[in-house]
Nanobody, 121 residues
């Protein structure tokens, strides 16, 4: 069974840094795009950053210049390096990936369980 597991969240002061990881496991044939979303209390889930299978990144305007998304295809893992964190970055962060399992051979959209990031002022 395919699953995504996030790690790396926590409490940090404004201006600090955190690195999130998202590891895909299971019988995986291929992974297309991987991305990070976040959801703050009382708000809708929003896109933070995505990266294609070829390594091309896309960022939300609110995180450009501060966050960097990357991936290690050999490890089926995506990362989100977050620098110069602000209190408004406080949210639950979710990993998302388009994955085609070996069996059943049907591509689908997978989500992790989320990891909490809290930035204090």
């Amino acid at each position: 069974q395919v699953q995504l597991v996030e790690s790396g969240g926590g409490l940090v002061q404004a201006g600090g840094s955190l690195r999130l990881s998202c590891a895909a496991s299971g019988w995986i044939f291929s992974i297309n795009g991987m991305g990070w979303y976040r959801q703050a209390p009382g708000k809708q889930r929003e896109l933070v950053a995505v990266i294609t299978s070829g390594g091309s990144p896309y960022y939300a305007d609110s995180v450009k210049g501060r966050f960097t998304i990357s991936r290690d295809n050999a490890k089926n893992t995506a990362y989100l390096q977050m620098n110069n964190l602000k209190p408004e970055d406080t949210a639950d962060y979710y990993c998302n990936a388009g994955i085609r399992p070996i069996r059943p051979f049907t591509a689908g959209d997978y989500w992790g369980q989320g990891t909490q990031v809290t930035v204090s002022s």
